[in-house]
């Protein structure tokens, strides 16, 4: 009788619901079976395919006039660019109509903030500040969980060293290390203890793979390298990402050594599904699976998606390919249904995982949403991760912090007081908000100062261009002042996806402008704000301060006040090379050391140099100044030597040595110095990010295993097969504050 209770009780509430008891009961696989049990071919494959919304847009348009009759017949699976509660709804509520109730996904690229923005990854990276970056992920997930979505197309764990490419401003730099416990913490924020969790999203690592390589730094360009370096540097970011739990992986839109990454059947199948054993879904970049055919790998649309399956692609992002042709292709044998069932069980599983089944509605409730976008604590959080991401370069003769004391201060530049240029590219254009709530650079200064400081302000020039008629109110400005504080840089939309540059200095005029003023002969402090590393070899040797404030976000103004009030001691460091010119790109610290290495710049003769141009780049990987200083010493080994099951504990002493607090991003680099595979001059291999009060002194500590102390290398007998592998020899330990300015060294060897 009891049983018979329960069942009537579940009927009921299926009934209430909408739902189908299929999706009331039992685990996840067992669920999302049942489901495939039910399905049509043809509803199967509308589950592998996502559509866009119809009024944002991130890639090429497919026109669909009959959208919503094709949610309705069960033929779309998710749909990205759909913004707000109310929308998400409209369209679940369609969803809701069809045979089966299959739930939509809701995908959107929440990059670096929702309604809050973050800084841009890259600068964000440059905090060294892994719980920051999980935070900051933590609450974009909360306000786009909170607007209906539940997916995001992030992080970005591309290894990238060139800045010409423009979608560096993504990423993470180009270290695989850093790149790799970036990934990790991001994937966290995002998707929060357990996938489904009502205020969290489920996240994508992308692009998969090799997409940060693409030849002369050029959006969607070709790469090429050996099969050792891929798994080397490209690989372990995403491998970081599935340890970190990711729902779902995104192909890249290049070819990797001439196979389409999107028709890739050893990246997708062999390496992710099969080596790595990812439960999750693959989706296809933004048209990719009929881009195939540019490529010139596929003939035509049925070519292609028979490539894109075959390869272990799950889901189609708009290109129309799993829907034209997917079934004509299972007709006729080209395609098991076998494959078909694996990419709608895996699809599924997840919308099962995220409660979709349950509640198709639970993320559309519109109190939410307006709390969660207008919690103040969330703009606290943007504030202290925007000021964690700024880069002092230079301070000679401690011109910062400024004085509050200050009694004029003149601030010049065409980035002053623009508002939305603060976001940087991927910023989320929330429905119905407008960019109020974004506090511009001189909003954040008036904010600091007391009522003793004057401001003054002139534009100088534009960010593109060469007219130089404000050129003179700017100088006129300045000589009024004590000092001066010029914002320059990129637009917001010059660095980003298709946004390469063949040119990375500084547009326009605006180093005329700076050098301007700096005849004036007064201080001048330069902010810098960009996506990518730029070229400023004029600002950076005669100019007395530089801060590298990237794009910051929401709270642009008041985290670079913070900064230049010393309300916050800069403690960033750069996590991409910084080239003296675009002649040096690539440019990165842990390259191999040829077979002629040059020992400095002078030394030209038969060596591996520049006859023209420096071999160092103008500031290196991990380079990052404090208003204080930092001294190390005392470096301890607990042992020389160790076994391949055995560590080695490495301590230091880090004094703050200076008069400000601050923290300092201590760097552990290791050099194997004979290997069967040559290997860098350095590799960083752990960090640690230190508070210190003046004066005050701590021992840190780091552990070498075997881990740290291995390398990928191709067998002997079969290139391909690339193996994990620590080999017996002599390793150079090495501390330092950057890649360049080691301040301590040792040395070790691993036995048998």
């Known amino acids: ?155 970005m764990v591309d290894i990238a060293r060139d800045p010409r490419w423009g979608r560096v401003m993504e990423g993470a730099g180009e270290d695989t290390y850093l790149g790799s416990k970036i990934a990790f913490a991001r994937v966290k924020g995002f998707q929060g203890k357990n996938t489904g969790e009502l205020d969290a999203v489920m996240a994508c690592a992308k692009h998969f793979a090799g997409y940060g390589a693409a030849i002369g ?27 970190a739990g990711v729902g779902t992986f995104m192909n890249a839109f290049n070819d990797l050594n001439g196979i389409p990454a ?67 292709l299972v007709k006729e044998n080209k395609v098991p249904v076998a494959l078909i069932d694996d990419a709608v069980k895996r699809i599924l599983q997840k919308k099962f995982e995220l409660g979709l089944f349950d509640d198709p509605y639970r993320f559309c409730n519109a109190e939410r949403e307006q709390a969660a976008l207008n919690n103040p604590e969330h703009a606290r959080i943007a504030r202290q991760v925007a000021a964690k991401s700024i880069v002092l370069l230079k301070n000679n003769g401690q011109l910062l912090p400024l004085s509050k004391e200050t009694r004029t201060i003149a601030f010049i530049g065409p980035l002053v007081k623009p508002i939305k240029q603060n976001k940087g590219f991927w910023d989320v254009e929330v429905p119905g908000v407008d960019s109020n709530f974004i506090v511009s650079q001189w909003e954040g200064l008036v904010n600091k100062v007391g009522k003793k400081t004057t401001l003054l302000y ?56 700076v050098k301007e003023l700096l005849a004036t002969g007064k201080p001048v402090v330069v902010l810098l704000n960009a996506g990518r590393p730029l070229v400023f070899n004029y600002i950076s040797e005669n100019a007395a301060a530089i801060l590298y404030t990237w794009w910051l976000g929401s709270e642009a103004g008041n985290a670079i006040a913070d900064v230049l009030f010393g309300d916050y001691n800069p403690s960033a460091k750069l996590v991409m090379s910084f080239p003296h010119s675009v002649g040096q790109v690539p440019i990165y610290y842990n390259h191999f050391n040829t077979g002629r290495p040059a020992t400095s710049d002078s030394n030209h003769n038969y060596n591996s140099s520049y006859n023209d141009l420096s071999i160092y780049p103008k500031y290196e990987f991990g380079y990052g100044l404090s208003y204080t200083s930092f001294e190390y010493s005392n470096l301890q080994l607990s042992k020389n030597t160790m076994k391949q099951d055995e560590q080695i504990t490495v301590s230091v002493t880090v004094k703050n040595s200076g008069k400000y607090d601050g923290e300092e991003i201590v760097q552990l680099y290791i050099r194997d110095l004979v290997a069967s595979v040559i290997r860098p001059v350095k590799e960083l291999k752990d960090f640690k990010k230190l508070s210190l009060k003046a004066g005050e002194s701590q021992v840190i500590r780091f552990v070498i295993d075997r881990d740290k102390l291995s390398f990928y290398a191709p067998h002997p007998l079969d290139s391909r097969q690339i193996n994990l592998l620590a080999e017996p020899g002599d390793f150079d330990i090495m501390i330092g504050a950057s890649s360049r300015d080691i301040r301590l060294k040792g040395s070790i060897a691993l036995l048998n």
């Open 458 to 513: 002139a534009m100088g020039c534009d960010i593109e261009g060469n007219d130089r008629s404000g050129f003179a109110e700017a100088i006129a400005v300045a000589r009024q002042s004590d000092v001066v504080v010029v914002s320059i840089g990129e637009r917001r939309d010059m660095s980003g996806e298709a946004k390469s540059r063949s040119n990375i200095n500084i547009p326009g005029v605006q180093e005329e402008l």
């Open 1 to 155: 009788m009891k049983k018979l209770i329960q069942l009537f009780l579940l009927i009921v509430c299926c009934a209430i619901s909408g739902l189908p008891l299929y999706a009331q009961q039992g685990s996840i696989v067992h669920r999302a079976d049942s489901v495939l049990k039910l399905m049509t071919l043809e509803e199967k494959i509308g589950q592998m395919n996502q559509y866009n919304d119809d009024w944002l847009a991130t890639g090429p348009v497919t026109i669909d006039r009959d959208k919503a009759s094709q949610v309705r017949n069960g033929q779309v699976g998710s749909l990205l660019n759909c913004l707000g509660t109310q929308r998400v709804r409209k369209w679940q509520d369609i969803a809701m109509q069809s045979r089966l109730k299959i739930p939509l996904l809701f995908g959107q690229d929440v990059i670096h903030g929702f309604k809050t923005t973050f800084p841009i990854p890259l600068a964000e990276a440059c905090s060294w500040d892994l719980d920051a970056m999980e935070l900051s992920a933590r609450v974009a997930a909360k306000e786009a969980s909170a607007s209906g979505i539940n997916w995001t197309f992030a992080p």
């Open 262 to 328: 999107t028709g890739n059947r050893y990246l997708q199948r062999e390496i992710l599904k099969d080596k790595w054993g990812f439960k999750g879904f693959v989706v296809s970049d933004w048209g990719s699976i009929g881009e195939m055919i540019n490529h010139g790998n596929v003939k035509n649309e049925y070519e292609a998606a028979l490539s894109a399956i075959s390869a272990g692609c799950d889901m189609d992002m708009e290109s129309r390919n799993y829907k034209n042709n997917l079934a004509s």
């Open 217 to 243: 730094g050029r959006d969607y360009n070709s790469v090429d390298m050996s099969d050792r370096q891929l798994w080397e540097v490209y690989l372990p970011p995403f491998k970081a990402a599935i340890d």
